[in-house]
């Protein structure tokens, strides 16, 4: 079964500064992969979202993440942070394209330093 | 488009009563919803997956005899806590399937449930 390891449940940033935020996933099937926002007491918003076409996804609000088989990460980044990128960041995972079930990592707290 | 709604937003009730929480896709027919919770500082985890119109599939660990699952229509999902205690307290997050990959599931903003 797919797993997803975030690195770092807490990251802080300066505002204008790179953003990353790390995910590792474990299976050995090509996997969909996925990474997530969310605000306090508020669902989960897509930001973008892997399923073996391009290894580098472009997503909503500046971000991107790669997808790298070698090392099975698929890490969250944004060149430049803004103050209302402060959030909850969750990546998740399929064991493959099929119908699956979302196996989500243990999140990571982003807060931007004005 | 892709919008899924829950009714309602924050619920408190007393022990031992039971509350509904309603899933709804609002633009789309999903024949598979998902129901996560969520505790405070932490991941979702799956609760259950439901089908339109046959039982739910419950998560290892999970009580189906306390979280019932309804999923009546392609777009109405809902999942009743009953006998609810302060333990159950947490947030409920459904999502719902537009296609036949995980990638075009969408989430609801959740329900917040405080049992007293």
């Known amino acids: 079964a797919q797993s997803v390891t975030q690195l770092g449940s807490h990251v802080s940033v300066s505002e204008g500064a790179l953003v990353l935020l790390r995910c590792n996933y474990s299976?050995?099937?090509?996997?969909?992969l996925f990474w997530y926002v969310q605000y306090p007491n508020q669902g989960l918003q897509l930001l973008l979202k892997y399923t073996s076409a391009a290894t580098l996804v472009k997503g909503i609000n500046g971000f991107e993440a790669e997808f790298k088989k070698s090392e099975t990460s698929f890490h969250l980044t944004k060149p430049s942070a803004h103050m209302s990128d402060a959030a909850e960041y969750f990546c998740?995972?399929?064991?493959?394209?099929?119908?699956?079930?979302?196996?989500f990592g243990t999140g990571t707290k982003l807060q931007v330093i004005p | 488009g892709a919008v899924v709604s829950q009714h309602p937003s924050w619920v408190i009730c007393k022990s031992g009563t039971s509350v509904k929480i309603e899933c709804r896709s609002l633009d789309f027919q999903a024949t598979t919803m998902f129901w996560y919770r969520q505790f405070p500082k932490q991941s979702l985890m799956l609760m259950a997956t439901s089908n339109e119109g046959s039982k739910a599939t419950y998560e290892q660990g999970v009580e189906k005899d306390k979280f019932l699952i309804n999923h009546a229509s392609l777009t109405l999902s809902t999942l009743t806590v009953t006998s609810a205690h302060p333990e159950d307290s947490s947030f409920y997050i459904c999502s719902a399937q537009s296609g036949s990959g995980a990638d075009t599931q969408y989430f609801g903003p959740g329900t917040r449930l405080t049992v007293l």
């Open positions: 299976s050995s099937v090509p996997p969909y």
């Open positions: 998740a995972g399929t064991d493959s394209g099929g119908y699956q079930k979302v196996t």
